[in-house]
């Protein structure tokens, strides 16, 4: 049985004496809830997002912001794969990274690998780097998800649920953009296995470079 403490909580190295950084378990499943779209109520039910760990990060104790050393702990962390699906990383505060901590946070965000997702928690997201805050999907937003229209957001929940039926009429009647079709993408992305996510970098980078039509590209990806 996989405990708590093996899920989320990750202590940090540091030049001086650290605590682990601690979510209650409301705070986990919220946070979960709101990238996979998936009812989570408990550690058992994470398989079914298809994520195998959890790990959170924070300002070390005796420290006044997201330091270095602790990034480090991170990349570190995530150059070890997990036996399956994928590990989320959570770090708290990182509005508080100094430019030496985003810079090297930066590196991993632009090679991120497949089996990891990260999630900055910030209160001001104007502290971030512009090249950081390109590289993310603002969760934050009010009705952030349907920042889509309704049609797109059928689309994508349609193909989360394998309901392709479904999703096949959507597409036949979709009518968007080459931006458009691109936001769709962005935003299944994090849903997605390995193969499919190595596609949806394909398709995206289809979108941006061919005449093909969008609803042509999509309709290969999605069917």
Not at 97 to 120: D, F, G, M, R, T
Not at 201 to 222: Q, R
Request: aromatic share 10%; glycine share 0%; charged share 25%.
């Amino acid at each position: 049985m996989i405990t708590p403490l093996e899920l989320y909580i990750q202590s940090i190295n540091s030049e001086e004496q650290t605590t682990p950084a601690m979510m209650d378990e409301m705070s986990i499943f919220t946070t979960i809830q709101t990238i996979t779209k998936e009812e989570i109520l408990s550690y058992e039910e994470l398989s079914q997002a298809n994520i195998t760990n959890i790990f959170v990060y924070d300002i070390p104790e005796g420290k006044k912001e997201f330091n270095i050393e602790t990034v480090k702990k991170i990349i570190s962390d995530i150059e070890l794969r997990p036996y399956k699906w994928k590990n989320i990383y959570i770090l708290r505060h990182f509005d508080t990274a100094n430019k030496y901590s985003q810079n090297a946070l930066l590196k991993i965000l632009e090679e991120c690998p497949k089996h990891a997702v990260i999630v900055l928690e910030v209160e001001n997201p104007n502290s971030i780097f512009i090249t950081i805050r390109s590289r993310i999907i603002d969760l934050t937003r009010k009705n952030s998800w349907t920042l889509l229209s309704p049609e797109w957001n059928e689309i994508i929940q349609h193909y989360i649920k394998k309901q392709y039926k479904e999703l096949a009429g959507v597409l036949h009647s979709l009518k968007c953009t080459n931006t458009e079709a691109i936001a769709i993408l962005r935003w299944v992305y994090p849903y997605l296995k390995q193969d499919d996510m190595i596609r949806c970098t394909d398709a995206i980078a289809a979108l941006s470079s061919t005449y093909e039509t969008p609803k042509y590209i999509l309709n290969v990806f999605f069917l």
